[in-house]
């Protein structure tokens, strides 16, 4: 696998924003000295200003603390626990990051103690006290674990940006961790140059995970979560400030009835001392969301226990026959009745029922689908009038019953394969499972879902349907390093239809959020010994990706790493596809532009191309690409001289391959257009090929 923390051999320019084609007067001053600009005729072109080096896409992907993160730690802190002691997390972290020591807290508990809003008070607090010349709070960023190779993080490769308070959410994924003391020790040297820098670091981890008693430096960077902030006070605090609704903090009253039975709020009785503050703010958020009345008390109540009292119930009431009804109507949802039926005689394996006599003496089955909690109009029946309740039964099902695992993914990929009443409702049954994977943590699910590429469907609509249901789970908390790895395996898969379902995931969200990751399953997706659908997938995708804002950089650092290592295939493929104007010139343009100012990546320009020219695995595409520079060349997309020198450069290292004699001295039965025509005449070579020396060795012999 490639080290893609190692730069290119060349550095990209900053990507600049379109200059319009008639750009509104600048002040005088405003212009560079010595810069003049002659714009015209750019009806077909893209006016590119290529800038300074910039980082080679080395660092972690880094994005803003989103502000409703901010709100909460600065609007609806709780710092008092459910005992009436103290929450001295966030604290104890504000006391290291602002030592002499390392800029690092490492905040460490279990699950459901509120660690990371506890790292984000502490880089909040800091912020305000260590503000920057203009007086601003320092700028706050979350770091995605983008790693190379999650279970051997290169800290080599975290921002280090002066005066920044970073974010690093490891909780997921350190117990995977090879060596953890190394990567321990990295990160107190990482903070060290942080504390001089004016920048400091949040680590959030797990309960036993950081190797605190490997030495003193690293177990002193480590902040224990002790104690849980008041759940009820996080929950009222949330409707009052957060969501400005002070009435409804009548239904979170923990007075006692004059009775002495219970609490006087309604809804105070659903958090406990052992509830964690996310589950406060999620009853907060459906009391907020809610009608002011009794009515939407009542549905905000089984919203927020998942309609686990319901669910119960409906079990306890009714018999195998009724159960599997309400697996099929929560999976069917708004199918016909009768279809419903018939796919839960499926799951129990049975045929319909040839009795007469039981069949009239049994109730209605809109009664038994009442019953389940289902809604009935006409001939059609859904639980959709109630939101979560499916997920709700789905959830129960596999906690409690955990023997019908199997027999469930089984007749769930019977029933949606094409023909089937499942197949229109894929989507929606996938969304259900992700649901289920995300809560119980659980890749049997995900694994069942990658079996539905090869149902019968090879629609585009059926894959890229299946991607982004592992788009999500990839980017879920607990489950999503799982799903990350199964992505790499199922990359290196032997079916076409796997590996282009995803090269499909990294064409979307997945390679804004995991680019580094996204570059390594796409290597491997090149790598297939045939162009097929995956490996153009997988093109598309590196395109798609090179052009997002600020990915250029990254793409070609890595890019150009990979072309220059020998017989590298995904690496020549890579190349051509980046530089390939036909579709979207940008990337072309951007790279030209700095190998005007940049040798080094003009070098890498020439390195890329005299590797693929000697690849005839790619020969048709070395062909392909030239022509189309030409073309390019001819409309006035890119820099005339510059892609003559560097194309004459290429032809006449490799005049005799066959991909540059076709260019050069044309072949039989093509004809070229005038762009190819023009620039062979430019490229001043002779008309017809020379005899070459061996040819002419043989001759006199």
């Given at each position: 696998m490639s080290d893609l923390n190692t730069p290119g051999p060349g550095a990209v320019?900053?990507?600049?924003?379109?200059?319009?084609?008639?750009?509104?007067?600048?002040?005088?001053?405003?212009?560079?000295?010595?810069?003049?600009?002659?714009?015209?005729?750019?009806?077909?072109?893209?006016?590119?200003?290529?800038?300074?080096d910039v980082n080679m896409g080395k660092r972690l992907p880094e994005t803003d603390i989103p502000k409703a993160d901010l709100d909460v730690v600065s609007r609806?802190?709780?710092?008092?626990?459910h005992d009436g002691g103290a929450v001295t997390a966030p604290g104890d972290a504000v006391s290291l990051l602002t030592s002499d020591g390392p800029a690092l807290a490492v905040i460490a508990?279990?699950?459901?103690?509120?660690?990371?809003?506890?790292?984000?008070?502490?880089?909040?607090?800091?912020?305000?006290?260590?503000?920057?010349?203009?007086?601003?709070?320092?700028?706050?960023?979350?770091?995605?674990?983008?790693?190379?190779?999650?279970?051997?993080?290169?800290?080599?490769?975290?921002?280090?940006r002066p005066g920044?308070?970073?974010?690093?959410?490891?909780?997921?994924?350190?117990?995977?961790?090879?060596?953890?003391?190394?990567?321990a020790k990295a990160l107190v040297t990482h903070a060290e140059k942080l504390r001089r820098a004016g920048s400091c670091l949040v680590v959030v981890a797990d309960e036993h995970s950081w190797p605190e008693d490997e030495s003193g430096t690293v177990g002193r960077v480590v902040v224990r979560t002790k104690n849980r902030p008041d759940p009820h006070r996080v929950a009222e605090k949330h409707l009052e400030y957060l969501y400005r609704k002070p009435e409804r903090l009548r239904w979170l009253n923990t007075a006692t009835n004059?009775?002495?039975?219970?609490?006087?709020?309604?809804?105070?009785?659903?958090?406990?001392?052992?509830?964690?503050?996310?589950?406060?703010?999620?009853?907060a958020d459906?009391?907020?969301?809610?009608?002011?009345?009794?009515?939407?008390?009542?549905?905000?109540?089984?919203?927020?226990?998942?309609?686990?009292?319901?669910?119960?119930?409906?079990?306890?009431?009714?018999?195998?026959?009724?159960?599997?009804?309400?697996?099929?109507?929560?999976?069917?949802?708004?199918?016909?009745?009768?279809?419903?039926?018939?796919?839960s005689y499926r799951l129990l394996n049975k045929g319909p029922q040839e009795d007469v006599e039981i069949i009239l003496s049994g109730p209605d089955l809109a009664t038994r689908l009442r019953s389940v909690g289902a809604k009935v109009t006409e001939r059609h029946a859904t639980l959709d009038h109630k939101p979560g309740y499916a997920q709700a039964v789905l959830n129960h099902l596999w906690q409690q019953r955990p023997d019908i695992h199997k027999h469930l993914l089984k007749w769930l990929d019977?029933?949606?394969?094409?023909?089937?009443?499942?197949?229109?409702?894929?989507?929606?049954?996938?969304?259900?499972?992700?649901?289920?994977?995300?809560?119980?943590?659980?890749?049997?699910?995900?694994?069942?879902?990658?079996?539905?590429?090869?149902?019968?469907?090879?629609?585009?609509?059926?894959?890229?349907?299946?991607?982004?249901?592992?788009?999500?789970?990839?980017?879920a908390d607990t489950l999503g390093p799982k799903v990350r790895s199964r992505l790499l395996d199922w990359a290196q898969a032997d079916k076409e239809s796997v590996a282009t379902v995803v090269a499909l995931?990294?064409?979307?969200?997945?390679?804004?959020?995991?680019?580094?990751?996204?570059?390594?399953?796409?290597?491997?997706?090149?790598?297939?010994?045939?162009?097929?659908?995956?490996?153009?997938?997988?093109?598309?995708?590196l395109r798609s990706m090179a052009a997002h804002p600020g990915q250029l950089a990254r793409v070609w650092a890595t890019v150009s790493k990979w072309a220059t290592e020998p017989g590298h295939l995904a690496g020549h493929r890579a190349f051509l596809s980046l530089l390939d104007p036909r579709d979207d010139a940008h990337a072309l343009q951007v790279l030209m532009e700095a190998a005007e100012q940049a040798t080094d990546v003009r070098t890498a320009l020439l390195n890329g191309w005299n590797d693929a020219l000697a690849d005839t695995r790619v020969a048709t595409r070395c062909r392909d690409l030239m022509i189309a520079w030409a073309r390019a060349r001819a409309e006035g997309l890119v820099p005339y001289d510059l892609v003559t020198d560097i194309l004459r450069q290429v032809v006449t290292e490799h005049l005799y391959t066959s991909p540059v004699a076709a260019l050069v001295f044309g072949e039989p039965g093509v004809q070229y257009d005038e762009p190819v025509i023009a620039l062979r005449k430019d490229l001043q070579l002779p008309v017809l090929p020379p005899t070459p020396p061996q040819a002419a060795e043989a001759k006199e012999s």
């Open positions: 320019p900053p990507l600049p924003p379109a200059v319009p084609a008639t750009p509104p007067a600048a002040p005088a001053s405003a212009e560079p000295a010595g810069m003049e600009v002659d714009v015209h005729e750019v009806e077909r072109s893209q006016i590119i200003i290529a800038g300074r609806a802190w709780v710092d008092t626990a508990g279990p699950v459901g103690f509120g660690k990371r809003t506890a790292g984000i008070r502490a880089l909040w607090q800091v912020s305000l006290a260590d503000r920057n010349d203009d007086g601003e709070p320092l700028p706050l960023k979350a770091i995605q674990p983008d790693w190379d190779k999650p279970e051997a993080p290169d800290i080599g490769s975290l921002p280090d920044t308070g970073y974010l690093l959410d490891v909780a997921a994924e350190i117990s995977g961790w090879e060596k953890p003391e190394e990567v004059a009775d002495g039975t219970g609490m006087v709020g309604q809804a105070a009785h659903l958090l406990s001392d052992a509830s964690s503050p996310a589950d406060a703010a999620r009853l459906e009391l907020a969301r809610t009608e002011n009345s009794a009515e939407g008390l009542k549905t905000a109540m089984a919203a927020f226990q998942q309609w686990r009292t319901q669910v119960v119930n409906v079990f306890k009431q009714t018999g195998p026959a009724d159960r599997a009804l309400l697996i099929a109507t929560l999976f069917l949802s708004g199918s016909e009745a009768t279809s419903i039926q018939n796919a019977a029933i949606t394969t094409p023909g089937e009443p499942g197949a229109s409702r894929l989507a929606a049954i996938s969304t259900l499972l992700v649901e289920l994977a995300i809560t119980q943590n659980d890749i049997k699910v995900i694994d069942q879902i990658r079996t539905w590429i090869d149902n019968g469907n090879t629609t585009t609509e059926h894959r890229q349907l299946i991607a982004g249901v592992f788009t999500q789970a990839a980017e995931v990294c064409q979307g969200q997945f390679a804004d959020h995991y680019p580094r990751q996204t570059l390594v399953r796409l290597r491997h997706i090149l790598d297939r010994p045939d162009t097929d659908i995956a490996v153009r997938t997988a093109e598309k995708a």
